[in-house]
């Protein structure tokens, strides 16, 4: 599963030329990968529906705080985005690409979320292709998803 989250980070259009160069010189553990994530008790592979849309959260960061209006939620972020709100003066235009990718029948590397109860879902990886999901949520129809369990206390700390 680790490999899944390298290979998605890896295509992820933030690492290129330079980059891509020198994280492939990096010789890293999982360990050392991830010093500071949380303890994850099990991971599975899970699929997701439209349904699930509403259960689905984004880690507490600024943007996409400000993204989602608050609320955490991809689909408040849809709204922001197909209002032609900029935020912190980032264009909008990856998250339309990717929905309209999805859209054309395209497919996205797995994302990553946490669950304290599998009701509630933090993306760990994959904010844009979530967000492209949002979007286009008729597209969000059994997506794979690797979902790790964790304890609810330190999963709080990320939302």
Not at 25 to 46: A, I, N, P
Not at 112 to 117: A, I, Q, R
Not at 122 to 137: Q, S
Request: proline share 2%.
């Amino acid at each position: 599963m680790i490999s899944e989250f390298l290979r998605a980070e890896y295509l992820s259009e933030r690492f290129s030329g330079e980059i891509k160069t020198e994280m492939s010189k990096l010789l890293m553990d999982e360990h050392m990968l991830f010093e500071r994530f949380l303890t994850v008790t099990e991971w599975s592979l899970y699929s997701f529906t439209r349904d699930d849309l509403e259960r689905i959260r984004y880690i507490d960061y600024s943007y996409w705080n400000e993204l989602s209006a608050g609320t955490h939620m991809p689909m408040a972020a849809a709204e922001t985005i197909h209002k032609g709100i900029l935020i912190y003066g980032q264009d909008n235009s990856g998250f339309l690409r990717a929905a309209e990718y999805i859209r054309s029948g395209g497919t996205f590397p797995r994302m990553f979320f946490l669950t304290s109860d599998f009701e509630n879902f933090v993306i760990v990886e994959g904010h844009l292709r979530m967000t492209a999901y949002a979007l286009a949520p008729e597209c969000f129809n059994q997506v794979e998803v690797i979902v790790g369990k964790c304890n609810s206390a330190e999963l709080d700390n990320w939302m």
